[in-house]
Structures are given as structure tokens and as C-alpha cells.
């Protein structure tokens, strides 16, 4: 009994911090988006950095500062993407019910909220094993037989 209240609970705190940190949260695909920016940013800046120190050795002149100051940038953009990270993991733990809109665990069974049974959301990975069936190759020899069979 205690230990199901107890998952009751830390579930909706998890909620209720994810939707205080993240404004906006459901929306996945904008802080995916936002990940990917700030990724480009990140290289982009590390080439600056990279022809900074190359430009200094190649003319012996010391521009430290400029690459310090550069390095400080790619840091702060490295603390956001992984600030951003942490919400999308959080955001793939979570999910909406279709029916009230309450903020669940991604892996639920039921709403914790109206009690719908939510479906549809642990089957997709299943179905991806299933593919990889080793029986299909055994199917295709069985049609090569099959062809063979006598006219009449
Ligand atoms: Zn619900």
C-alpha cells in the first residue's frame, strides 16, 4: 500500500518541477530543436577557437585573452545543452493523457489523473523486435520451392 503511494506521489512532484522548470515543456521537438542549435553553436565556436590558437602560433603573437574568453563561451553554451538534455530526458519519462491532459509517467498503464488506461505506448518497441525475425530468410527459400513446382 505505502510503497504504491509513494510512486503516486514522486511522480507527480517529478511533474510538478518539470512543467515549474521548463515553461513550456511538452514540447519536445522545440527543445530538441534548441539542442541542435545550440550543438551547431558549439562547434562553431570551437572552430573559432581552433583558428584562433592555430592564427597565434603561426605569427608567434599571444591573443590568450581572445582564447580564454572564447573557451568561456563554448562552456557557457555546454552547461545550456546539457541543462537541455536533462529536460528531454526528463520530458521522455513523461507524458500527457489523451483524455485529461494530466501530466503522467510515460510508462503508465492507467491515468493517474481519470484513471483511462492509456495504450499503445509500450507496444511500438516490441513490434520493432519483431522484425529482426530470423524466420523471413527461411520464408524466402520456401518460395524458391515453390516456383519449382510441376506445370500442368
Ligand atoms: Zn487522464
Known amino acids: 500500500?505505502?510503497?504504491?503511494?509513494?510512486?503516486?506521489?514522486?511522480?507527480?512532484?517529478?511533474?510538478?518541477?518539470?512543467s515549474k522548470k521548463a515553461g513550456n515543456i511538452y514540447d519536445i521537438s522545440k527543445l530538441k530543436f534548441n539542442a541542435n542549435s545550440i550543438k551547431g553553436e558549439i562547434n562553431k565556436k570551437c572552430q573559432e577557437l581552433g583558428e584562433m590558437v592555430y592564427e597565434s602560433k603561426l605569427?608567434?603573437?599571444?591573443?590568450?585573452?581572445?582564447?580564454?574568453?572564447?573557451?568561456?563561451?563554448?562552456?557557457?553554451l555546454k552547461d545550456d545543452l546539457t541543462a537541455i538534455n536533462e529536460l528531454l530526458a526528463t520530458a521522455k519519462n513523461l507524458m500527457i493523457c489523451p483524455a485529461c491532459s494530466a501530466v503522467i509517467a510515460?510508462?503508465?498503464?492507467?491515468?493517474?489523473?481519470?484513471?483511462?488506461r492509456i495504450e499503445g505506448q509500450a507496444e511500438s518497441d516490441k513490434e520493432d523486435k519483431a522484425h529482426n525475425n530470423p524466420e523471413n530468410s527461411q520464408a524466402d527459400s520456401d518460395n524458391a520451392t515453390v516456383e519449382k513446382s510441376p506445370q500442368e
Do not use: H
Open 1 to 18: 500500500m505505502g510503497m504504491f503511494d509513494d510512486v503516486v506521489v514522486n511522480a507527480k512532484a517529478a511533474a510538478n518541477a518539470f
Open 59 to 76: 605569427k608567434g603573437s599571444s591573443s590568450q585573452q581572445l582564447i580564454d574568453a572564447k573557451i568561456d563561451e563554448i562552456k557557457a
Open 106 to 116: 510515460k510508462d503508465s498503464v492507467f491515468c493517474n489523473k481519470c484513471g483511462i
